[in-house]
């Protein structure tokens, strides 16, 4: 088992970049695939992006890709999402999330954090 917490959300204007971080709890972490996802008000939760076990394998939702960058450090326990060219569509809680499949539903992760509020002004 596996604890996520999340952090690095904030306040940021259209254009901006903010880096979240989830910080995992256990010697396991380096058997789980991590994902970020995404939920707006009103919306259902959206994949955002995941990485594989080993950081090889890196997949993004299309509105995304180039703009975001996940990545990983095994040795701290962190999945980090990098975010630039932030627009205010991109305004939601942001969740991490631990799992032994590298996937993009979240029915494939059983862990999750509580959440970060991401919001970007225009």
């Known amino acids: 088992q596996v604890q996520v917490v999340e952090s690095g959300g904030g306040l940021v204007q259209a254009g901006g970049s903010l880096r979240l971080s989830c910080a995992a709890s256990?010697?396991?972490?380096?058997?789980?695939?991590m994902g970020w996802f995404r939920q707006a008000p009103g919306k259902e939760r959206e994949f955002v992006a995941a990485i594989s076990w080993n950081g090889r394998n890196t997949s993004y939702a299309d509105s995304m890709k180039g703009r975001f960058t996940i990545s990983r450090d095994n040795a701290k326990n962190t999945v980090y999402l990098q975010m630039n060219s932030l627009k205010p569509e991109d305004t939601a809680v942001y969740y991490c999330?631990?799992?032994?499949?590298?996937?993009?539903?979240?029915?494939?992760?059983?862990?999750w954090g509580q959440g970060t509020q991401v919001t970007v002004s225009s």
């Open positions: 999330a631990a799992g032994l499949t590298f996937a993009d539903s979240p029915t494939d992760y059983p862990y």
């Open positions: 256990g010697r396991t972490f380096i058997s789980y695939a």
